[in-house]
């Protein structure tokens, strides 16, 4: 299943088409997923919302970047009530386009996507914003040094501080620069986010085969992901799929060898035995099936 489907996610992903990217995401989880129907909710989302914006220019009397944000944030925010979902953060809904546009409510990532999506079909300059734990959307000509916003808050309007105390709580390292954390986000680092979000849900639910899904389609998008071919072949140890699982442990332990530029670790050694030791056992059970 997952062939098509990494085909079709590279090409969104290189056209830039996050939307259309998010949506075969999606279909992991809803095969049937009507594609152009969600792009027609965003359609109508972008008309409402010119809507909301031409009301907010006539009250202001101005036609400005600012006002024309403002417009948008309240349109998603107050008009059509998007807004985190604090009480089942969990649920691999929260990361489908699908569901968040019939239910409203998701993840940062996903509320944001709705959010970009929007703002381009109404001429408003937006960019994803990569932030550690929290992702965040910045309109760039909507105020001095742009205009951050929390999508998952309703978009709330973030300072500096804001950011640095949200920073503290990720680790617990000296604070750092933002500067360099709020680069736009580009069409690959975003769905590269939303898959890595959704191989860790479904891990925790111990729903392997989706997992391995979404692990096929990160190194689609991220061939050169080493740690997505350990963790494929993983998947694929505990869904005894026993060739697939060699395959991958065996690569992944040959191309990391090739990258060591010096001596391991205790946490990669130990890793690395652990490893061994899942070769072996394939190695021992392949041979008995011969």
């Known amino acids: 299943m997952t062939a098509p489907l990494a085909d079709a996610l590279l090409e969104a992903v290189q056209a830039g088409d ?165 680069a736009p986000a580009t069409p690959t680092e975003i769905v590269v986010r939303m898959l890595v979000n959704l191989k860790r849900i479904y891990v925790a639910m111990r729903s392997f085969p989706q997992a391995r899904d979404i692990t096929n389609l990160l190194l689609a998008v991220s061939p050169s992901g080493l740690d997505e071919l350990r963790d494929r072949g993983l998947l694929a140890f505990h869904l005894n799929d026993l060739s697939g699982a060699l395959r991958d442990l065996e690569t992944y332990l040959r191309l990391s060898r090739m990258g060591e530029a010096g001596p391991l670790d205790a946490d990669a050694r130990k890793e690395r035995q652990q490893l061994w030791g899942h070769i072996k056992t394939l190695r021992r059970r392949t041979a008995s099936l011969n």
């Open 18 to 182: 996050v939307a259309s990217a998010a949506l075969v995401v999606a279909r992991i989880e809803y095969p049937g997923l009507d594609a152009p129907a969600c792009l027609a909710r965003l359609d109508a989302l972008g008309d409402g919302a010119s809507l909301r914006i031409d009301q907010e220019i006539a009250e202001v009397g101005r036609d400005h970047a600012a006002t024309r944000a403002a417009g948008l944030i309240a349109y998603l925010f107050e008009d059509e009530r998007f807004v985190g979902n604090k009480a089942r953060y969990e649920d691999p809904r929260n990361s489908c386009l699908n569901e968040v546009l019939a239910r409203h409510t998701g993840i940062p990532l996903t509320l944001a996507i709705v959010f970009l999506e929007v703002a381009r079909r109404v001429g408003v300059r937006a960019d994803g914003v990569n932030f550690p734990g929290h992702f965040l959307v910045r309109c760039p000509d909507a105020a001095p040094g742009g205009l951050l916003l929390d999508p998952f808050h309703k978009g709330a309007v973030l300072s500096p501080q804001d950011c640095q105390r949200m920073l503290s709580r990720q680790s617990s390292e000296e604070p750092v620069g933002l500067l360099h954390l709020m």
